[in-house]
């Protein structure tokens, strides 16, 4: 029951960062802003339109992605504790993959108070290419090519930050101390993360061929 509960917060704040990021960060006339120089007026009213009738898609698939996601990546710790020979369940290592989830709710909420307070006089492109505390921050956007986006974008320090977490929870699991969990999380999960990038990336480069 604790698990459900914590899975249900996280979809409420996720659902609340979705709600805020459209109405204040990637607003109408954002988009508007964005498409005028490649469709006509009419065209960008209906775009936006369908925006809106659909909006709820968002929120609806939602707990399936989260659901997804803890799911692959428990399954992939587990997979990593089986092989270094420590024993728990499926169960104890989702509890920990919810809670260190938590820990993307940081990032989302900078986005919104940089677009939102700091930088006001942004493009849809700075929003697509910005992410906290990442190595995308050291490079113009708009200058990297398009298949380096994610990976330049996805290691930054909230991963680090999610992998100190997951060591904390780990360490219950497997009755070992931090260093011994963390020495466990950064290779198991590491790898895991280096696996997803390079598998979009070669997406990437093929969508783009």
Known sequence: MKKLYIYLLLILLASISVYVFQQIVVTDTLLSDHLSQQLSFNRIEQLLEFRDKWSWVNYAILPIIYLLKFTFISLWILSGIIL?????SFKKIFQVVLV????WIVPSLLTIIWFGLIDTDYTLVDVQYFQPLSLMNFFD???????LV??????N?????YMLVLAIGIKKV???????SLGFVVPVYGL???????F???LSINLSA
């Open 84 to 88: 270094f020979g420590y024993k728990t």
């Open 192 to 198: 895991g993360l280096v696996t997803w990038i390079v």
């Open 100 to 103: 260190a989830e938590f820990v």
């Open 174 to 180: 497997i009755n070992r101390d931090y260093n011994t």
């Open 150 to 155: 994610f990976p330049l974008k996805a290691l």
């Open 200 to 202: 979009i990336t070669f």
């Open 141 to 147: 956007g708009e200058l990297v090519e398009s298949w």
């Open 157 to 161: 320090l909230f991963e680090v930050a």
